[in-house]
């Protein structure tokens, strides 16, 4: 598992983090946490890779089902749960999403660092199309409300797929705010593999009304 260095500490140049009008507690879980979620995600490349036995098989659903069991008494309503809210961790702390890490946040632009999985294999060694705009809509959405005091949704987003986008591979990924008028903010990225782009996306993100979340 990667620690975070600090040449590599994400640094927020005088604007407002989103995430710190909605949610943000890096501490929430605590170590045991992010070494779950970690954990969790190594888990999840162990199933799509594993073809064993079906007694295999029925030993690792008791011992899921047995977590299950364990975490199930302690369900906490959305805010009040590590994963999204630890935006110190890869993908804020949700195993689901694309583990990203944030190496600078400042007003109109994010980069950072994204490592495809196992489990997001779509074929041939390549991630699935689907999860790529996972990520850009994760990075987007973040460099388009950063700066801001009122939240924006995504309304659109369109990705050109460039090149195959390999696993296990750290890639670099940098978006930028091109423009505002009124409550739409337009947005762009780009996803290296080294000097070589393997994809790239706008997106419009309008700014939510009095009343709206």
Same mark, same amino acid.
């Given at each position: /598992?990667?620690?975070?260095?600090? +040449?590599?500490?994400?640094?927020?140049?005088?604007?407002? &983090?989103?995430?710190?009008?909605?949610?943000?507690?890096?501490?929430?879980?605590?170590?045991?946490?992010?070494?779950?979620?970690?954990?969790?995600?190594?888990?999840? &490349?162990?199933?799509? /890779?594993?073809?064993?036995?079906?007694?295999?098989? =029925?030993?690792?659903?008791?011992?899921?089902?047995?977590?299950? =069991?364990?975490?199930?008494?302690?369900?906490?309503?959305?805010? +009040?749960?590590?994963?999204?809210?630890?935006?110190?961790?890869?993908?804020?702390?949700?195993? /689901?999403?694309?583990?990203?890490?944030? =190496?600078?946040?400042?007003?109109?632009?994010?980069?950072?660092?994204?490592?495809?999985?196992?489990?997001?294999?779509?074929?041939?060694?390549?991630?699935?199309?689907?999860?790529?705009?996972?990520?850009?809509?994760?990075?987007?959405?973040?460099?388009?409300?950063?700066?801001?005091?009122?939240?924006?949704?995504?309304?659109?987003?369109?990705?050109?797929? @460039?090149?195959?986008?390999?696993?296990?591979? +750290?890639?670099?990924?940098?978006?930028?705010? =091109?423009?505002?008028?009124?409550?739409? @903010?337009?947005?762009?990225?780009?996803?290296?593999?080294?000097?070589?782009?393997?994809?790239?996306? +706008?997106?419009?993100?309008?700014?939510?009304?009095?009343?709206?979340?």
């Amino acid at each position: /598992m990667s620690t975070e260095s600090p +040449e590599h500490a994400p640094r927020l140049n005088k604007t407002i &983090d989103p995430f710190a009008n909605v949610i943000n507690v890096p501490g929430r879980g605590g170590d045991p946490y992010k070494r779950f979620a970690e954990l969790f995600r190594t888990l999840q &490349d162990a199933v799509v /890779m594993s073809s064993p036995p079906e007694n295999v098989w =029925d030993e690792a659903l008791e011992l899921v089902q047995a977590t299950i =069991d364990l975490l199930d008494p302690h369900e906490a309503p959305e805010r +009040e749960r590590p994963a999204g809210s630890r935006i110190d961790l890869p993908g804020r702390g949700n195993p /689901m999403l694309v583990p990203f890490t944030w =190496d600078e946040i400042s007003e109109g632009h994010v980069r950072g660092r994204a490592t495809f999985r196992q489990f997001h294999l779509g074929g041939n060694a390549a991630a699935h199309g689907g999860t790529i705009p996972l990520l850009f809509d994760e990075v987007l959405g973040r460099v388009a409300n950063t700066g801001y005091t009122h939240v924006a949704r995504t309304a659109y987003l369109k990705v050109n797929y @460039r090149k195959i986008t390999p696993l296990g591979v +750290e890639l670099q990924l940098d978006a930028t705010v =091109d423009r505002q008028e009124g409550r739409k @903010r337009w947005a762009s990225g780009r996803l290296f593999n080294g000097d070589e782009l393997v994809a790239d996306a +706008e997106g419009l993100f309008l700014e939510l009304l009095p009343g709206q979340q």
